[in-house]
């Protein structure tokens, strides 16, 4: 079965300090890969997708950037953390036929301070 | 673009009481729709989906949900609530782009349960 992995579970870092949040797909292949984040008291905002390695769509321009090195690996950037990065980000993955669902992770709480 | 939204913020419930979470969603052709619950301080859970056919879905935990095109909703319902069943639900659409499926998650409501 799929199982996705996603970490670390919680992180508090520092305004200007750099970012790195890792999630890895097990169990399928060629997944659509996704970032989200979810501020307090609002839905999940789509930051970026991927429908391959490589190849990153960024949906909200931002203080952020995603990769792709592996098929099943998603990553999570940024150069320097801003107060507003802080949230709740979710990484989720889709199988590439219509209608599938996305699949998603354990979350990061990012605290930035 | 599309749109969904889900008018009630915050609900209350006591145990054994019926249940009817409302979304509404906007979308230029035929929709897929999901309902998902999350609690605190975790991800996501698939609780049901619509994509054709039928147009009332069964789902997890005893949750069903019925699409009906001609008012643009697609509401969760469960006739008898557990406490457990206290938790943060968000109804989505998805949508095509290009070679990739992009869900549009409403702003959620927050289901609290009574004793």
């Known amino acids: 079965s799929q199982t996705i992995h996603q970490w670390p579970a919680t992180l508090v870092q520092p305004v200007g300090s750099p970012l790195s949040l890792e999630c890895t797909v097990e169990g399928t292949s060629n997944p659509n890969l996704y970032w989200y984040r979810q501020a307090a008291g609002r839905g999940l905002q789509l930051l970026f997708y991927s429908v391959g390695i490589g190849q990153i769509s960024s949906e909200v321009p931002q203080n952020l950037s995603a990769s792709r090195p592996q098929d099943r690996q998603f990553i999570l950037s940024s150069k320097k953390l801003l107060l507003s990065d802080s949230g709740f980000y979710l990484c989720?993955?889709?199988?590439?036929?219509?209608?599938?669902?996305?699949?998603f992770g354990q979350g990061t709480r990012l605290t930035v301070v | 673009a599309q749109s969904v939204t889900q008018p009630d913020i915050h609900i209350t419930v006591s145990e054994g009481a019926s249940l009817e979470l409302r979304c509404n969603y906007s979308y230029g052709a035929t929709p897929y729709l999901f309902w998902y619950v999350q609690s605190p301080g975790q991800g996501l859970q698939l609780l049901l989906k619509?994509?054709?056919?039928?147009?009332l879905v069964q789902g997890i935990k005893g949750f069903e949900a019925e699409f009906k095109r001609s008012q643009s909703s697609f509401n969760l319902r469960k006739p008898s609530v557990h406490w457990s069943d206290a938790a943060e639900y968000f109804c989505a659409v998805g949508a095509r782009t290009g070679t990739a499926s992009k869900l549009t998650f409403g702003t959620g409501t927050r289901l609290q349960v009574t004793l």
């Open positions: 989720a993955w889709q199988g590439a036929r219509w209608g599938t669902e996305a699949f």
């Open positions: 619509y994509f054709s056919g039928d147009t």
